[in-house]
């Protein structure tokens, strides 16, 4: 399921990035990748906050959908 998915406060693993190479090397600088575990922190104007490796990123709705998570 996409990280969009997530509940507040809900804590998951990335399973799989999907999207264009270069939407993956960025998503791959923000500590995003295959393994890590990412917790909702809250949602905005189409954008979501995430926190990954003990930092908060926001990010659009329609990147976040290109994140899997599972448990």
Same mark, same amino acid.
């Given at each position: 399921?996409?990280?969009?998915?997530?509940?507040?406060? #809900?804590?998951? @693993?990335?399973?799989?990035?999907?999207? /264009? @190479? $270069?939407? /993956?090397?960025?998503? $791959?600088?923000?500590?995003? *990748?295959?393994?890590?575990?990412? @917790?909702? *922190?809250? #949602?905005?104007?189409?954008?979501?906050?995430?926190?990954? /490796?003990? @930092?908060? *990123?926001?990010?659009? /709705?329609?990147?976040?959908?290109?994140?899997?998570?599972?448990?």
């Amino acid at each position: 399921m996409p990280i969009t998915m997530l509940k507040y406060g #809900e804590t998951k @693993t990335v399973r799989q990035i999907n999207g /264009k @190479t $270069e939407t /993956k090397h960025f998503l $791959e600088n923000l500590g995003l *990748v295959a393994g890590s575990t990412v @917790t909702l *922190v809250n #949602e905005m104007a189409g954008n979501i906050i995430i926190c990954v /490796k003990d @930092t908060r *990123v926001a990010i659009s /709705k329609a990147m976040a959908n290109k994140i899997i998570i599972g448990d």
